[in-house]
């Protein structure tokens, strides 16, 4: 009985020793390692507090389960596996509360919509169809052009060509295309006055 007694003594002795071998193993490698292990969990996460967050928990991890460690491969890369691991954890954790819907109703009296507090930046309805009117009315008085001012007006001040672009396309002068641009907007300056 006391040999037995002995035996477990010695395995709980020599456990010890392991043990405290590894913790040792464990914080040289945390203390080379740690700007790195940080590095990989931000790869993950893309936030500094979250990043963090995942090596503390992964280096606690490490160190509760120490006794899992084989020794089979570096501690440095045991201990990457687990912030790597650590750190889809985390982002698991937020994508879960990450969307909320444009729909919901929040607020206390839950009569606020989240879709309410949304700013537009764009041109209001009302602007939207006056100068949707403006350019079909403009429209119409282009087609009331003669046709060599019709085509200048139409490839300048529509399709965006430069003068001497539609100079080189009609095979006129650029002084001809230039007058031409100027008599068409006069002429529809006159036209949209008349409305």
């Known amino acids: 009985m006391e040999a037995r007694?002995?035996?477990?003594?010695?395995?709980?002795?020599a456990a010890i020793h392991v043990r405290s071998q590894s913790a040792g193993e464990l914080q040289d490698a945390v203390m080379r390692s740690l700007p790195m292990l940080y590095r990989r969990a931000y790869r993950f996460v893309s936030d500094p507090h979250d990043a963090e967050d995942a090596v503390q928990d992964a280096l606690l991890?490490?160190?509760?389960?120490l006794d899992q460690f084989k020794g089979t491969a570096k501690m440095t890369t045991w201990l990457t596996t687990i912030v790597t691991n650590s750190a889809l954890t985390q982002l698991r954790k937020r994508s879960r509360h990450a969307y909320v819907s444009l729909?919901?109703?929040?607020?206390?009296?839950?009569?606020?919509?989240?879709a309410d507090?949304?700013?537009?930046?764009?041109?209001?309805?009302?602007?939207?169809?006056?100068?949707?009117?403006?350019?079909?009315?403009?429209?119409?008085?282009?087609?009331?052009?003669?046709?060599?001012?019709?085509?200048?007006?139409?490839?300048?001040?529509?399709?965006?060509l430069t003068t001497r672009e539609?100079?080189?396309i009609l095979g006129v002068p650029h002084g001809t295309v230039k007058a031409r641009v100027a008599r068409g907007r006069s002429k529809l300056r006159h036209m949209m006055r008349k409305m």
């Open 61 to 65: 991890s490490a160190y509760r389960h």
């Open 166 to 168: 539609v100079a080189v």
């Open 117 to 160: 507090g949304l700013a537009y930046n764009g041109p209001s309805p009302e602007v939207e169809y006056i100068k949707s009117e403006r350019h079909e009315t403009l429209m119409q008085h282009v087609e009331g052009l003669s046709p060599a001012l019709r085509k200048t007006i139409q490839m300048c001040d529509l399709d965006g």
């Open 5 to 13: 007694q002995s035996h477990i003594e010695n395995e709980q002795s």
């Open 103 to 114: 729909d919901e109703r929040v607020g206390e009296d839950q009569d606020f919509c989240v």
